[in-house]
């Protein structure tokens, strides 16, 4: 399984963008590279997910590096409401199963 | 739309006793996952069924975990007998199915303490 790296912490200020970096150098050519996040007591929630090209959505933008080594979560304008566990995992295996690690604790400051 | 239902929320037992964990995943998926997520850590796989039958068990202590998905729908995973390193969150997810794009929708946990 594709093993990934994140910082286990990061600080943002409130308004301000967030640039969440994630290491996946033995991810495989077909695995897809998703992220989530978990609010406290709450089980794991959707962000996005994407392949080689960035993705974007309501949420957040997925930068994918063209060596698809790394990516990075972009949350465009953070809030309070955005402090969590940020999960990036990829998807492997034949069942396509996520495989999370420690992710990065966000603290957003007001 | 409703979301992924797990009963109880909390439960407190005892070492070598048992507990039952249930799942109600969004209507229509078919795909089921359990997770165990202890203290500090991301969510780690435990089983997933592909409507009733089992996709991957791999990772599930067999020797005191047990999971079932009667009918392809709600889920119930049971623990016999706990140990005090069974203490964590378990987590029910559900997706439409195991594609790639497939995202999982997670239920709340039950949060587990053995004493």
């Known amino acids: 399984d594709a093993k990934t790296t994140q910082p286990n912490s990061m600080e943002s200020n409130e308004e301000e963008p967030v640039h969440l970096p994630c290491n996946h150098s033995t991810i495989s050519g077909t695995d897809y590279i998703h992220w989530y996040r978990q609010l406290p007591s709450q089980g794991p929630e959707y962000v996005i997910h994407g392949l080689t090209s960035n993705v974007n959505n309501r949420m957040a933008s997925l930068a994918i590096a063209e060596d698809r080594k790394s990516s990075t979560l972009i949350l465009h304008r953070a809030t309070l409401r955005d402090a969590a566990v940020y999960y990036c995992t990829p998807s492997s295996g034949s069942a396509r199963q996520l495989t999370f690690g420690s992710g990065t604790q966000l603290t957003v400051l007001p | 739309e409703a979301g992924v239902a797990q009963s109880p929320r909390y439960k407190i037992i005892e070492k070598r006793q048992s507990v039952a964990f249930w799942c109600n995943p969004i209507?229509?998926?078919?795909?089921l996952y359990w997770y165990q997520q202890i203290l500090g850590q991301g969510p780690k796989l435990l089983i997933q069924?592909?409507?009733?039958?089992?996709?991957?068990d791999s990772q599930l202590p067999k020797d005191r975990f047990s999971a079932e998905r009667l009918k392809g729908v709600d889920s119930t995973l049971k623990i016999q007998p706990a140990k005090l390193e069974d203490s964590a969150v378990y987590l029910c997810?559900?997706?439409?199915?195991?594609?790639?794009?497939?995202?999982?929708?997670f239920g709340p946990g039950t949060r587990l303490t053995v004493l």
């Open positions: 209507s229509g998926h078919a795909t």
């Open positions: 997810a559900s997706s439409l199915g195991p594609g790639q794009g497939n995202e999982q929708f």
């Open positions: 069924f592909q409507n009733n039958g089992v996709v991957d």
